[in-house]
């Protein structure tokens, strides 16, 4: 123990917990067992389908990918997708990455490079290195945040790996402060972000199985605003107490939305009438219908808004009501209208 607490010594990332920090780690660990037997359930293999279909379409739309749950959906069952070849191969890529989840090492930097050279490949030259060049993170505003000079990344995520591993701390406080420190660092041209938070489910795959299958990614999708407010509050103080909260916060929503939600509805969220074999139209479908008979210029986020639903969703129910000859798109996205066909 006296060595283990030596090494951990040599480098701490700088975080404080606050109060609320704490009960939520509490509170998570507590409910983590209900989500555990939520996954043993008779639908538990498609709902951790639905979920892995989430997390890649997730993580790529924060990076601007504009796939659908429903088209990645299809990538994964091997449907041919018509889309821009770059968007496609993101998402290959993601499941080949996803594919290895089990066999991914989240102490383990060579593992880490792996996965980036899964992730990135056919994307960026040097998929599954290190930078070698200087990289800034941008907005609308000019400069965010200078990452700290390539000469200096294989040292700083050696020290991060090694106080992954060694620290004291809680694992859901560490895949925390790793993943915050992870983006500060910004090790890669290329994917850190989907690079962030695939790690940090892995490293809480480690304290807990059942976070393999929960699809935290979707509750940053949701919240991407906060998620880049949460860094950036975390970046002025000089430490990642801001983002500890946020995630932990999102976690803790997660496990409380997903312990005990019933899949009342295939994947393709179609309702069979085994009755005469027909398929019906779910509640979310019947209300787009009503709304685009009502404003056929109706936009996703409006339709999302009105239901009371993500975007996500009214995304996928409308491209299963296009698939069926339901609903049919005319013109662009910014000028188009919606026309029901039947």
Not at 153 to 180: E, P
Request: some cysteine; hydrophobic content about 40%; aromatic content about 8%.
């Amino acid at each position: 123990m006296a060595n283990k607490q030596k090494e951990y010594q040599g480098y701490k990332p700088p975080f404080t917990l606050s109060a609320r920090a704490v009960g939520l780690v509490a509170d998570i660990a507590a409910q983590m067992e209900r989500f555990a037997i939520r996954m043993e359930q008779d639908d538990a293999l498609r709902l951790r389908k639905v979920n892995r279909i989430k997390t890649i379409h997730s993580s790529l739309a924060i990076e601007g990918n504009h796939l659908l749950e429903s088209e990645v959906a299809d990538i994964i069952d091997g449907k041919t997708v018509v889309a821009p070849v770059r968007e496609i191969q993101e998402v290959k890529n993601a499941i080949r990455v996803y594919d290895e989840f089990e066999k991914l090492d989240p102490f383990s930097m060579d593992d880490l490079l792996r996965a980036h050279g899964l992730m990135m490949s056919a994307l960026t030259d040097d998929a599954g290195h290190f930078r070698k060049g200087g990289v800034g993170v941008y907005s609308e505003n000019g400069l965010v945040h200078m990452a700290p000079p390539a000469e200096r990344v294989y040292g700083l995520m050696s020290d991060l790996f090694g106080w992954l591993k060694n620290a004291d701390d809680h694992l859901l406080v560490r895949s925390c402060v790793f993943h915050y420190e992870f983006e500060f660092i910004h090790p890669f041209i290329d994917g850190n972000g989907r690079m962030g938070r695939l790690w940090q489910s892995l490293i809480l795959s480690r304290w807990h199985p059942a976070f393999a299958h929960l699809p935290v990614e979707n509750m940053v999708y949701s919240n991407q605003q906060a998620y880049y407010d949460a860094i950036a509050q975390s970046t002025k103080q000089g430490e990642c107490g801001p983002f500890i909260d946020f995630m932990l916060e999102e976690i803790h929503k997660s496990v409380l939305q997903h312990k005990g939600e019933p899949l009342d509805a295939p994947v393709n969220d179609t309702v069979s009438d085994t009755a005469n074999g027909t398929v019906k139209t779910t509640p979310t479908q019947e209300g787009i219908i009503d709304l685009v008979r009502k404003n056929p210029l109706s936009t996703y986020d409006e339709l999302a808004a009105q239901l009371g639903v993500g975007r996500a969703t009214i995304a996928r129910n409308i491209a299963i009501l296009k698939d069926r000859g339901v609903l049919e798109r005319i013109g662009e996205d910014k000028n188009g209208y919606w026309k029901l066909k039947k």
